[in-house]
């Protein structure tokens, strides 16, 4: 045992003294507790591949009039300067000659934002973005605004520098420059903004985000259009719901940055889960993964890990009970609750899954639950439009804030009995009636609270707060204890097993085996317990009743064990896979796609376009097949709902249930639930790795969907 030198209660008698001062200065105490490893040198001093195209002195943009959008006539009205423009593809040249506009090569200061959650691979669109301007010419000035578009507004900035490109170049985080979810959405906001631009002489602008963000720098673009301010966006987020087609159907950006990565750290965590829990058996992993509202996530985790069971929302949404649309046409009614699926429905099952796999002797596994699984749920998605039109409603007509007027729960729960009560006595129609009060307060607080949580400044509903596992997992539960109750939630028993603990005890394992199980035959590998023997006492009464034991008599002590051994017990873990993924350093997938994201940012800007989105497209091609382009964000804009308005935004991509990745992991659903004898399917992802040969890995709901091109 080592002490330190000068410790009061003195020495035990074979201790060696340490000195601690000198401790501290040893070279491998500090190399030790030093923050440079050899995967941060390596990433740090590695520079993505460049596209072809960016291997050539300049670049030129040809507009590429195959691809066609349907153009909302309000969008063509509101971003007029905008509308027009086409996709871009990115070329390279090396002749001077050939290049169109004399200014590529002009000095100009370009910024750059972050809007909305981290994604990995931002700090390398950052790093792409500075080498080509430098390469134009050294005297390009690249300013990072810090903590998101506050920065813009507020006019808080840094100078990127070649250190601080250097320090960060494939790593993950938004750490370089931070981010922030505030919106530019108000022409105060606009004003301030355009002033921060003015201040800056900024030649270009450079939105990196969401579909909320994308959005904002269309209209940025057409707002700063006559100040010659270009503005350009950049598809991030981890939940992978930027995903743009032409009116054809032509994919122009088949991934958002960062999906891959979030997707891959997430499937590791899982994959390990799996491991666990087919070695110790005993526990159900249940893993809330992120995605906001789209199941991406869950589907690309699907893929990779071969989870038991994994929900996709928008499967759900989908669902039609056929077996009440038949009993209901048969009476010539329609039964509107037939469309779409049911938390109750739902909970039934995931119950179906976790029984099954229980008689072949698997009481464990794994669950993927994406978050915003809820919103596709009818009764739930009913709760969160009425609740965001009601909350929105609020903050207009009150002009206050809904959450500090009402901060807690009780308070909420009031002020919507009193719109359900005004409802009833006015007779007029409300939003919130009698009975949306009433089934409100039939859920559990948590989760009442977690509906009523405060929207994002976008009027996102907060999926990530909200304890969506515990909710649908509490309803498992429930049933489950009721099919345990009812006999029909059983471990199956190996007949070898069984065979060998009766015959240790010199008993006959066929005479006792018709008596105690339901399927005693010669085929069966697992033995299940009859559904009428649900405790020792029914066990007991089934002995006497065969005439095996007297009423006096203790059940033999091998089949008592066999049946304790059959009976269920549930135990959950459970999981959340969010923010670690969203902060995992990026693979090399994504590395090297937000590197020539950069690139081609600068190729957009030095080219003269605005309002245009830099994309790669052809991504899960060879690298040699990448196309760098240019997209335009106006003729994308159509109508949706958000903070209970209709506003002109960009397009989210939800998973298309006839997609090809779709289609697959449905049709490998059985076999991944593996509710067989057979061994579980699991697939093991392995971890992020920067060097050796993961160059070529890609999303697996990328390369599948191509195959349905
Ligand atoms: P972005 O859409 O801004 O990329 O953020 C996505 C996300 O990570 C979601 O997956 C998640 O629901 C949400 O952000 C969490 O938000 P917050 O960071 O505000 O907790």
New binding site residues.
């Given amino acids: 045992m080592l002490a330190l030198t000068g410790h009061k209660g003195g020495f035990m008698p074979g201790e060696k003294s340490i000195n601690l001062a000198k401790l501290l200065s040893h070279p491998k105490v500090h190399k030790a507790t030093g923050n440079i490893n050899q995967e941060l040198t390596f990433r740090r001093q590695t520079t993505p591949r460049r596209c072809e195209v960016f291997n050539a002195r300049y670049t030129l943009l040809h507009d590429n009039p195959r691809f066609r959008f349907n153009i909302d006539k309000d969008a063509a009205k509101r971003l007029h300067n905008i509308i027009n423009n086409k996709v871009q593809k990115v070329v390279g040249v090396d002749n001077p000659e050939q290049i169109h506009n004399k200014k590529y090569s002009k000095k100009r200061n370009i910024g750059i934002v972050f809007?909305?959650?981290p994604?990995p691979g931002g700090h390398n669109v950052i790093a792409g973005l500075f080498d080509a301007a430098k390469k134009a010419n050294p005297e390009n000035r690249i300013f990072g605004f810090l903590l998101g578009p506050d920065g813009i507004i507020e006019n808080e900035t840094i100078e990127i520098t070649e250190e601080i490109v250097a320090s960060y170049k494939n790593l993950g985080g938004f750490c370089m420059i931070k981010t922030g979810?505030t919106k530019v959405d108000t022409k105060d906001k606009m004003v301030l903004s355009k002033e921060t631009c003015n201040k800056l002489n900024l030649d270009a602008l450079v939105i990196v985000?969401?579909d909320d963000s994308n959005t904002n720098a269309a209209f940025l673009a057409q707002d700063m259009f006559a100040d010659g301010i270009q503005v350009i966006g950049v598809p991030?987020?981890?939940?992978g719901d930027i995903q743009v087609k032409d009116a054809n159907s032509n994919i122009l950006c088949a991934v958002s940055f960062g999906f891959y990565t979030a997707a891959r750290a997430f499937a590791y965590n899982i994959s390990n889960l799996c491991t666990d829990s087919s070695s110790d058996v005993k526990y159900w992993h249940i893993c809330k993964v992120?995605?906001?509202v789209a199941s991406h996530l869950a589907l690309e985790v699907a893929l990779q890990t071969h989870a038991n069971i994994t929900l996709i929302g928008e499967d759900l949404a989908d669902y039609i009970d056929k077996k009440r649309v038949a009993a209901a046409e048969k009476k010539g009614v329609v039964d509107h609750n037939a469309y779409g699926m049911t938390l109750r429905h739902l909970s039934r099952i995931i119950c179906n899954g976790i029984v099954r796999r229980a008689e072949v002797g698997k009481n464990y596994g794994v669950i993927v639950i994406p978050?915003?699984v809820l919103e596709f749920i009818n009764e739930i998605q009913t709760f969160i439009i009425k609740l965001n039109t009601i909350i929105a409603d609020y903050n207009n007509t009150h002009d206050a804030d809904f959450h500090s007027t009402f901060p807690v729960l009780d308070e909420k729960l009031e002020y919507l009995r009193r719109l359900a009560r005004l409802s009833r006595e006015e007779g007029s129609f409300s939003i919130w009636n009698t009975r949306d009060d009433d089934l409100f307060n039939d859920i559990p607080p948590f989760f009442q609270e977690g509906l009523l949580m405060e929207r994002?400044s976008h009027g996102n509903f907060?999926?990530?707060?909200v304890e969506t596992d515990r909710v649908i997992m509490g309803l498992v539960k429930d049933y489950l204890n009721i099919l345990k109750e009812k006999g029909a939630y059983k471990i199956g028993i190996k007949k070898s097993y069984y065979k060998k603990t009766l015959e240790k005890e010199g008993l006959d394992p066929d005479y006792f085996g018709h008596i105690l199980f339901k399927n005693y035959n010669d085929n069966e590998m697992f033995l299940l317990i009859k559904p009428s023997i649900v405790s020792v006492k029914t066990l007991k009464q089934t002995l006497i009743k065969e005439g095996v034991i007297n009423k006096d008599d203790k059940a033999p002590a091998c089949i008592e064990k066999i049946y304790k051994k059959s009976v269920p017990n549930f135990k959950t873990q459970a999981h959340f896979y969010?923010?670690d993924g969203?902060g995992s350093d990026p693979t090399v997938f994504d590395c090297t796609y937000t590197y020539n994201l950069g690139l081609t940012v600068f190729s957009l800007i030095a080219n003269g376009s605005t309002g245009q989105m830099a994309a790669i497209r052809n991504l899960e091609r060879s690298f040699s097949q990448w196309e760098p382009i240019g997209i335009p964000i106006a003729p994308l804009m159509h109508f949706e709902e958000r903070k209970g308005k209709l506003a002109l935004v960009l397009e989210k991509s939800i998973v298309d249930i006839n997609s090809p990745s779709f289609q697959v992991v449905k049709a490998m659903r059985e076999k991944w639930l593996a509710a067989s004898v057979k061994e579980d399917n699991y697939r093991r992802p392995g971890p992020i790795q920067f060097a050796g040969q993961s160059e070529e890995n890609k999303p697996l709901t990328l390369i599948l969907n191509a195959l349905g091109n």
Avoid: A, H, L, V
């Fill in positions: 809007s909305g959650g994604s979810r985000g969401g991030k987020t981890i939940d992120m995605g906001r978050e915003g994002d907060p999926f990530s707060q969010g923010y969203r």
